[in-house]
């Protein structure tokens, strides 16, 4: 995605409805799964892949700032439901970008994100079972799941 073009046309107020709609979303999903599995399932484990992240392209430090607001604004509001921020396959420059700008979330929020390193497949697992992550992450689930 271009974000320098995105965030010129694009009103943040808008995209700020549109991730709120989308969390919204989640909520219904998580209590149709709590019925299927027969539990409560009250949050998510989110993986972010930054395998093709170029900070040419993607480092534009208005969509940056936009990002921590949505960051800040969904722990707000939806604190329970974000159980795990994983970050998996970043380029070599992300560990230093990141510590520049993991000062601006919230100690909450700080804590939710791990930056998994290049072994991510095997440390990946501590965080979710294998049966839960799909063949492309080190997992045994099988795709295409309409639950992945």
Do not use: G, P, R
């Given at each position: 995605m271009h974000w320098q073009g995105f965030?010129?046309?694009?009103?943040?107020e808008d995209f700020f409805k549109?991730?709120?709609?989308?969390m919204e979303h989640i909520l219904k999903v998580l209590r149709v799964y709590?019925?299927?599995k027969g539990r409560y399932v009250e949050n998510v484990i989110t993986v972010i892949?930054?395998?093709n992240l170029s900070f040419?392209?993607?480092?534009?430090?208005p969509a940056i700032q936009i990002f921590m607001e949505?960051?800040?604004?969904?722990?707000?509001?939806y604190p329970p439901l974000t159980k795990r921020i994983i970050l998996v396959k970043a380029p070599k420059i992300f560990p230093t970008t990141y510590n520049m700008v993991k000062h601006l979330m919230n100690?909450?929020?700080r804590q939710k994100v791990v930056v998994l390193g290049s072994?991510?497949?095997?440390?990946i697992q501590k965080y979710i079972a294998p049966d839960q992550l799909p063949e492309a992450y080190g997992g045994t689930r099988c795709e295409p799941d309409p639950w992945c």
């Open positions: 965030c010129h046309s694009v009103h943040k549109l991730k709120i709609k989308q709590s019925e299927m892949d930054l395998e040419q392209k993607h480092y534009y430090w949505i960051l800040s604004m969904s722990e707000a509001k100690d909450y929020t072994n991510w497949k095997e440390e």
